[in-house]
């Protein structure tokens, strides 16, 4: 995080998740980040000040029969918005 810049684009693609969170995906991944720990980065990005100018979500590919997948991106996307809203309030 130290590393970023004060103005940050967040694209997250979620083959970044472990295979569990989203197992229709292009390429699934055993081994990724929890939903958790994707969430902690983008928290510790806010909490370093770092403002967070826009973001996207990829690579999110729901089956039909289950609904995972869309959840997933959908509580991704969700928080997006949120941590986006709270590095712009000063």
């Known amino acids: 995080v130290a590393e970023l810049p004060e103005r940050v684009y967040v694209?997250?693609?979620?083959?970044?998740?472990?295979v569990e969170y989203c197992p229709h995906t292009g390429t699934p991944v055993a081994g990724g980040l929890t939903f958790n720990q994707a969430v902690y980065l983008l928290h510790e990005t806010v909490r370093s000040g770092r403002r967070i100018i826009g973001f996207d979500v990829v690579e999110v590919?729901?089956?039909?029969d289950e609904r995972i997948d869309a959840i997933t991106g959908a509580r991704m996307l969700w928080k997006l918005c949120g941590q986006t809203l709270k590095s712009n309030e000063s």
């Open 11 to 18: 694209s997250f693609d979620i083959d970044g998740l472990s």
């Open 61 to 64: 590919c729901p089956a039909p």
